[in-house]
Nanobody, 124 residues
Framework: QVQLVESGGGLVQAGGSLRLSCAAS????????MGWFRQAPGKEREFVAA????????YYPDSVKGRFTISRDNAKNTVYLQMNSLQPEDTAVYYC?????????????????WGQGTQVTVSS
């Protein structure tokens, strides 16, 4: 089992920045690729970013590419999501997730463990 706890969400004005953190415990953190997803009210949960277990490879959808950066510190068992130039459409609950299989993936069904989520609200 891997336990994941997100933090760092909040209210920010459009154009602002936030950094989310996701602290992991349980199994060996460096054995998992990690991802961030988000879910806005009334919408499907969508993929936001992924990072390989060693941190050397990342992947983003076009909607956040160039604005969001995923990183990880395996010594601290933590993955981060730096979000810049936030827009109202980025408002959502953000979740981190862990995937034990190799290869960065974008489907939620590929991730075995999930955090409880942290709310990000961007005001216009």
């Amino acid at each position: 089992q891997v336990q994941l706890v997100e933090s760092g969400g909040g209210l920010v004005q459009a154009g602002g920045s936030l950094r989310l953190s996701c602290a992991a415990s349980g199994r060996t953190f460096s054995n998992y690729d990690m991802g961030w997803f988000r879910q806005a009210p009334g919408k499907e949960r969508e993929f936001v970013a992924a990072i390989s277990r060693g941190g050397g490879t990342t992947y983003y959808p076009d909607s956040v590419k160039g604005r969001f950066t995923i990183s990880r510190d395996n010594a601290k068992n933590t993955v981060y999501l730096q979000m810049n130039s936030l827009q109202p459409e980025d408002t959502a609950v953000y979740y981190c997730a862990a995937d034990k299989d190799l290869g960065l993936r974008t489907r939620q069904s590929n991730y075995e463990y999930w955090g409880q989520g942290t709310q990000v609200t961007v005001s216009s």
